[in-house]
């Protein structure tokens, strides 16, 4: 069984810098795309970043974070990153890692880390 623990949100000033770390108990890590979500009060979750399987995946961001954000991955500590900089109200949600094969299952999220950017 896969479990997901994320870790790393906080309060933080506009402007200001946070890293998110996902470490992952269970097999094939390293096997596994990775994304990063978010879910503000009152919206639907959204991908924010991913990044693909094996030693050297390629990472990918949405517009909204293209540039600020920095997907990455240590798989001989089967853990994930988000590296987010130059934060913005906007970004103020909970943050939660998960394979991306399995985001459409309820049952495979963690419970995420509160992220809170004030003005």
């Known amino acids: 069984q896969v479990q997901l623990v994320e870790s790393g949100g906080g309060l933080v000033q506009f402007g200001g810098s946070l890293r998110l770390s996902c470490a992952v108990s269970g097999r094939f890590f390293i096997s596994v795309d990775w994304g990063w979500y978010r879910q503000a009060p009152g919206n639907q979750r959204e991908l924010v970043a991913s990044?693909?399987?094996?030693?050297?995946?390629?990472?990918s961001y949405a517009d909204f974070v293209k540039g600020r954000f920095i997907i990455s991955r240590d798989n001989a500590k089967s853990t994930v990153y988000l590296q987010m900089n130059n934060l913005k109200p906007e970004d103020t949600a909970v943050y939660y890692c998960?394979?991306?094969?399995?985001?459409?299952?309820?049952?495979?999220w963690g419970q995420g880390t509160q992220v809170t950017v004030s003005s």
């Open positions: 998960n394979q991306l094969r399995l985001a459409t299952y309820p049952e495979s």
């Open positions: 990044i693909s399987s094996g030693s050297r995946g390629l990472a």
